[in-house]
């Protein structure tokens, strides 16, 4: 049926309107044969003939895409401050808290810094601060200089954790102290070089220090 219709002669009152003349059956044959044989790409090793009596006719192909799997990628979680506190994660055991035990610790964290500043320049004091105020303090001896609370002003230990808001040091005493960061001023010491934090403008984790900007020189309302 569809050959029939496609073979058919044009209307005349079609021609007109189109501006076409008619043609014999054979010349629209051969001229829908040069055009689709023009017109497909020709495969190896098949007549094009046989090609051309198929009822159906491909024009183009494009090989289907291969559907992807999904991984599942699910990222470790860590754990909640809850499950820290219930795990007791950050408590240091009272065997463990003698001052003799960390000081190779500080003896570690002296050979860091000189590495980080490459050498400790008394010429260069504000280089050596700014480097001093983005380094890990773990292991540092700190001393509190200034406080609001007078019973903080004069303690000194080595640097055992540093949170957000406070530290937290062993003294030469064997004890453990947690000071507050906020309103206090610390001293950090090493080859004679003292450099002072000012604990309201370094209320950050260690992790965040590095990518701040510091101000060497500042001011703090006692």
């Not at 050498?119 to 540092?140: E, Y």
């Amino acid at each position: 049926m569809e050959e029939k219709l496609v073979q058919a002669p044009i209307p005349r009152g079609l021609q007109k309107v189109l501006g076409v003349e008619p043609q014999r059956s054979s010349r629209a044959a051969a001229f829908t044969e040069a055009f689709l044989a023009s017109s497909l790409q020709q495969p190896d090793n098949q007549d094009l003939k046989n090609l051309l009596t198929h009822k159906a006719v491909i024009l183009g192909y494009t090989r289907p895409k291969k559907q992807r799997t999904k991984r599942s990628s699910k990222k470790a979680k860590g754990l909640t401050a809850q499950q820290k506190k219930a795990l007791k994660v950050f408590q240091i055991r009272p065997e463990h808290q003698r001052y003799q035990l960390f000081l190779p610790l500080h003896d570690l964290w002296r050979q860091y810094v000189r590495d980080l500043c490459g050498g400790l320049r008394p010429s260069c004091p504000q280089f050596v601060q700014q480097k001093l105020l983005k380094a890990d303090l773990h292991g540092a001896i700190i001393t509190v200089v200034r406080s609001k609370c007078p019973s903080y002003v004069g303690l000194s230990g080595i640097l055992l954790q540093e949170f957000k808001h406070v530290f937290k040091i062993i003294t030469a005493e064997d004890r453990l102290k947690v000071i507050p960061k906020r309103n206090s001023v610390f001293s950090v010491e090493i080859d004679g070089f003292v450099s002072h934090i000012f604990g309201s403008r370094f209320e950050q984790r260690a992790s965040e220090r590095s990518a701040k900007k510091f101000k060497v020189h500042g001011s703090i309302d006692l």
